[in-house]
């Protein structure tokens, strides 16, 4: 029996670069890195920098979601958060994506939120996107909530037949892209399941765009030339998480170790965040992911201002006049 779904290597973003190529462009400034997508399902359209923050519990918060709005950057809100939180927020409808899970308690409290703050977008997140119970629960989401066109996001998967599936069969309009591939995240390594980012990206990209929706990439950015590799390889949407820790705007524990100034962070599935949400690891699993401490960055609006300031030299190097322009215009040599 053949063991192997395909025996083409996979690659990670560290196993490419971008060639160059010929240019019009002749200044940085001249790239713009809005992008506008209108979205078949929810029939909602929407205008912004395709950067989202991550759902996790230690970066996403009011003060990192005020930052990023004035970057027309949008936020994925973890399932964590009260409400009063959001009344910190200085919301608007096209930055912020409020997150649930698959429990009946995450519908009681997606219920508030949605009275409450009538976001745009609706991020259904699960660290397994192969469960048949995902595919109850987004049922069940539109069920209740069909009259408010949102536009939902589901994920993680890896593989272009259930991107097929969860866009043209139920309806979601954005599928999260990326397992095993987080800076703190250990499932490659505790269960051997996972795929490389960059060719789930080429790989779901036709897919999503077979079946008229969009993906966005989840993990394994590590530098803002793997932002730049992400969206020329087919993201729609890419997620950041170690990249925004932390910064001064995180809720990071603040540790010194030989003079120097240091965050904890620590991944969604480590044995840290179920212990501050769940009362700790259940006997029946493991922790997937680990607590790390990241070298202190600073206020988070020196970062916004490096990472795109690279995503528009990206562009030049490549002819790009904007960001959706660099699917079509990047090349890549295998490294």
């Not at 069920?143 to 998967?157: D, Q, S």
């Not at 990326?178 to 051997?192: E, N, Q």
């Not at 003079?259 to 501050?276: C, E, I, L, P, Q």
């Not at 609006?301 to 300031?309: A, F, P």
Request: hydrophobic share 35%.
């Amino acid at each position: 029996m053949n063991k192997f779904v395909s025996p083409i290597r996979k690659l990670n973003f560290k196993d490419v670069m971008i060639v160059p190529k010929k240019t019009t462009l002749k200044s940085r400034k001249d790239v713009n890195l809005n992008v506008g997508y209108t979205f078949k399902n929810s029939n909602m359209s929407w205008s912004g920098v395709p950067l989202v923050c991550s759902n996790m519990d230690s970066i996403s918060n009011y003060k990192m979601y005020n930052v990023l709005n004035e970057h027309a950057i949008m936020s994925c809100l973890n399932k964590h958060l009260e409400p009063y939180d959001y009344d910190l927020m200085y919301l608007e409808k096209n930055t912020f994506m409020p997150s649930m899970g698959i429990k009946e308690s995450d519908f009681s409290r997606i219920d508030q939120i949605i009275d409450n703050y009538n976001p745009q977008f609706v991020c259904i997140d699960v660290a397994n996107g192969y469960m048949d119970e995902l595919l109850f629960v987004i049922d069940k989401f539109y069920e209740k909530y069909y009259k408010n066109n949102i536009t939902l996001c589901v994920g993680n998967v890896v593989t272009p037949e259930r991107v097929e599936l969860l866009i043209k069969d139920f309806g979601v309009d954005i599928v999260k892209i990326g397992i095993g591939s987080g800076g703190v995240c250990t499932t490659s390594t505790k269960t051997g399941v996972g795929y490389p980012q960059l060719s789930s990206i080429l790989e779901c990209k036709e897919a999503a765009n077979s079946a008229g929706g969009y993906i966005m990439s989840d993990g394994g950015i590590k530098d803002p030339g793997d932002i730049a590799k992400a969206f020329g390889a087919g993201a729609d949407f890419v997620m950041l998480g170690s990249m925004l820790a932390g910064h001064l705007e995180c809720d990071g524990k603040i540790i010194l170790e030989n003079g120097d100034v240091y965050m904890k962070f620590h991944g969604m599935s480590s044995s840290d965040a179920m212990k501050k949400h769940s009362g700790g690891v259940s006997d029946y699993r493991t922790a997937e992911g680990k607590t790390t401490l990241i070298k202190f960055k600073g206020p988070l609006k020196d970062t916004i201002k490096d990472i795109l300031g690279s995503l528009r030299s990206t562009c030049t190097y490549v002819g790009a006049e904007n960001l959706r322009d660099l699917y079509n215009n990047v090349e890549f040599i295998v490294i």
